[in-house]
């Protein structure tokens, strides 16, 4: 078999290398070449553009950059905001709202595709914003945040309130003014910025703030002055609503005028239509609980006074119909009359029976007999005494035996109670020795002296050797 050879002249001709000829005006770009060139006619003919659209996509990385894209109803663009311009928003983007995008177009090689690099975002007219409130009213109420049942009573008369709100508009000074002409209160304020970059962020964190205080305040009033929907909108961020939600401390909302309806009125345990309006819901008027409290001091003197009497004419009323002192004691006072008549001649009595008993007694009431029972009584006790004496546990001692104790002192009767307790005392007639008791293998720590005599003649001591 042969195998077919080829050369440069066949290669070229069967079109598999690229013909590159001399003086050629279209020579071969690499990517990056095209990539670039491409960034640039676009970035110079799209320096600036405002693109209207709708947000789909939205995400915000670790880094803080966020990537979103923008479509209508035939198109879409992707779109980049980059860190620092995404901390300057007014407004925090979600799916679904209409915007108008600032920005300049720009490629980005790695995937070859084309952006728009976003340096200002605002909501696309007052309709796009009212549409955007509304999605995110709906959307927090089906979490429950705005449920009736949440909703808290405020305290009677707060000892000290806290208000979240700018510390140099009139609103704080309508507030103060107010509590100071109904009812003096200890006000601690938490000054925020109430419009405008990072004005949520920090009126959020002022209502946390307070919850987080010891001791903290009694009630807290977020407030802020009119304005337009835009100035407001600070107080319809997720971040407000949900740290009024979830205040434990029961809140007032009072931004606006009374026509203006922000988010946090709906989290807020009570709504108030202007700060000053949230100053009375706040605190009672203090010369209104003075006169109610003379009011009811006045009703409970009048009860007092209406019950005493009352009493006494019921008292009236029973003594009337009660018999008469003489009549209720004549009983009683006639039998202790016919007693003390009755007394004398009873006593009388008694004596003359006395003596007729002792006249029939007095003949067997002889000192003879007497003296003889007292002499058998004083024999009985002589015995009884002799038994008593020689029925005494030191009586064997005085014939020479021994009573063993313990050292706390009980008697011991058995050979087993002396061996357990060791340590022992021995009574004698004449006195108390220590022993001890050993198993004969050791050494005896001490003997006692050998009595000399015997107590009892003929009877042998307990310690006399044999």
Not at 132 to 146: H, M, N, P, V, Y
Not at 228 to 246: G, H, M, Q, T, Y
Not at 316 to 342: M, T, Y
Not at 360 to 375: C, H
Request: overall charge neutral; aromatic content about 6%.
């Amino acid at each position: 078999m042969t195998v077919p050879t080829f050369g440069p002249d066949d290669l070229d001709a069967s079109g598999l290398l690229a013909d590159e000829k001399s003086g050629d005006n279209a020579p071969p770009l690499t990517v990056s070449e095209v990539s670039g060139a491409l960034k640039r006619t676009v970035e110079a003919a799209f320096g600036f553009v405002r693109v209207r659209g709708e947000i789909s996509g939205w995400k915000r990385h670790a880094s803080g950059h966020c990537y979103f894209t923008l479509k209508d109803e035939a198109a879409c663009i992707d779109a980049v905001i980059w860190k620092g311009q995404a901390a300057g928003l007014a407004f925090r983007p979600e799916d679904g709202a209409e915007v108008i995008a600032s920005g300049k177009l720009t490629t980005y090689p790695g995937r070859s595709k084309y952006q728009i690099v976003v340096s200002r975002m605002e909501l696309a007219g007052e309709g796009a914003l009212m549409a955007l409130l509304d999605k995110r009213r709906r959307a927090l109420a089906a979490e429950g945040l705005f449920d009736e049942s949440n909703k808290r009573r405020l305290p009677f008369l707060p000892k000290v309130i806290g208000v979240v709100t700018s510390p140099t508009g009139a609103v704080i000074r309508d507030i103060l003014h107010r509590l100071e002409d109904r009812c003096p209160t200890h006000v601690i304020v938490w000054p925020v910025p109430v419009q405008g970059e990072g004005a949520a962020e920090k009126v959020a964190a002022a209502i946390r703030g307070f919850a987080s205080m010891t001791p903290r305040p009694d009630l807290l009033i977020v407030a802020r002055g009119g304005g337009s929907i835009e100035d407001l909108w600070a107080f319809n961020e997720e971040e407000v609503v949900r740290a009024a939600a979830a205040s434990p401390i029961p809140l007032i909302s009072a931004v606006g005028h009374e026509t203006d309806t922000t988010l946090i009125d709906f989290a807020s345990d009570r709504r108030a239509p202007t700060p000053t309006a949230a100053a009375e819901m706040a605190v009672p008027v203090r010369a209104e609980l003075a006169a109610m409290l003379g009011e009811l001091d006045h009703r409970m003197s009048a009860c007092v006074t209406r019950a005493g009497a009352r009493a006494a004419e019921r008292l009236d009323l029973l003594s009337s119909r009660w018999p008469e002192a003489a009549n209720l004691f004549a009983p009683f006072a006639q039998r202790i009359d016919d007693a003390g008549e009755r007394l004398p001649r009873a006593l009388v009595q008694r004596t003359a029976h006395a003596r007729a008993d002792l006249a029939e007694v007095a003949p067997r009431l002889q000192a003879r007999l007497l003296a003889e029972r007292i002499s058998r009584a004083q024999e009985r006790l002589g015995s009884l005494w002799r038994l008593a004496e020689l029925a005494h546990p030191e009586r064997p001692l005085q014939r020479g035996f021994v009573r063993v104790t313990d050292r706390a002192g009980k008697t011991l009767v058995h050979a087993a109670d002396a061996r357990a307790a060791v340590a022992i005392d021995l009574h004698f007639a004449d006195g108390r020795v220590a022993a001890h008791i050993g198993d004969g293998s050791g050494p005896v720590p001490f003997r006692p002296a050998k009595r000399k005599g015997n107590a009892v003649p003929g009877q042998p001591g307990l310690f006399d050797e044999e």
